[in-house]
């Protein structure tokens, strides 16, 4: 851990990266998944279909399963059955359809841990995979919780930020917003990527909202002090430490 930058990552017991399956016949959306999860340094197969799945979770050995309830075969409860059948405690994380609610209740009636619905931001489903995987006590924080750059401290499990000690109150979005920013310390990122990462991989709205969150966030992070956000013309946005 460097003196400028920090960030935990979820291990396994063993030390070795947390393995996630991520099951969906959606072949772009499960890549997309798949990105955000080896982005926090995780290991990860992927799979478009039930039968598939049951086999890389047999040789794979998944610690957690993002798992789509509606696939082509087997369909995502008797892919979660066959799964519990060889690991009984494997938690699993289903994708629902936004009006499911039948196959919601189904889900987690059939034993599954946690759901999100369609669409998603990928931002949700890393949160709520670090939450099941500290929930089920598979993984654990190797260096805590935090994450720091220069000043600025940003805890991710009890959601307090701070600069140079004193405390800072943040809406939801702007501390997703300044997560991201301090997980990408001195690099340059566009608007595109923070609308994708931020809000939702298919947000259909207007680039000026990472503009006016930037401008709450410069507020309540750099006002009175050495400023840490910058923008780079034409580029997009980098936040690294005050000189």
Request: proline share 4%.
């Amino acid at each position: 851990m460097n003196a400028e930058t920090s960030r935990s990552d979820l291990r396994r017991a063993d030390g070795q990266p947390v393995r996630v399956l991520v099951v969906d016949d959606e072949a772009s959306l499960a890549e997309l998944v798949s990105m955000a999860l080896r982005y926090e340094g995780w290991e990860v197969r992927s799979a478009g279909d039930g039968m598939t799945a049951v086999r890389l979770a047999r040789e794979f050995r998944p610690d957690v399963v993002v798992l789509d309830i509606m696939l082509p075969d087997l369909g995502g409860l008797e892919v979660l059955s066959r799964m519990r059948a060889e690991t009984p405690e494997l938690p699993v994380l289903f994708l629902t359809a936004k009006d499911g609610v039948a196959d919601r209740i189904a889900g987690l009636t059939a034993g599954g841990d946690d759901y999100v619905t369609k669409p998603f931001s990928l931002e949700e489903v890393v949160l709520r995979l670090r939450a099941l995987l500290r929930r089920t006590r598979v993984a654990k924080a190797a260096d805590g919780s935090q994450l720091v750059v220069g000043d600025l401290v940003l805890d991710e499990d009890s959601r307090e930020v701070s600069r140079a000690g004193a405390q800072i109150e943040l809406t939801a979005t702007e501390f997703e917003l300044l997560r991201y920013l301090m997980r990408n310390p001195k690099r340059v990122l566009s608007k595109a990527q923070i609308l994708d990462r931020v809000w939702s991989y298919d947000f259909g709205g207007q680039a000026n909202i990472v503009e006016l969150y930037i401008s709450y966030l410069r507020k309540k992070i750099d006002a009175g002090r050495e400023p840490m956000i910058h923008t780079m013309r034409g580029a997009g946005y980098v936040l690294k430490p005050a000189r």
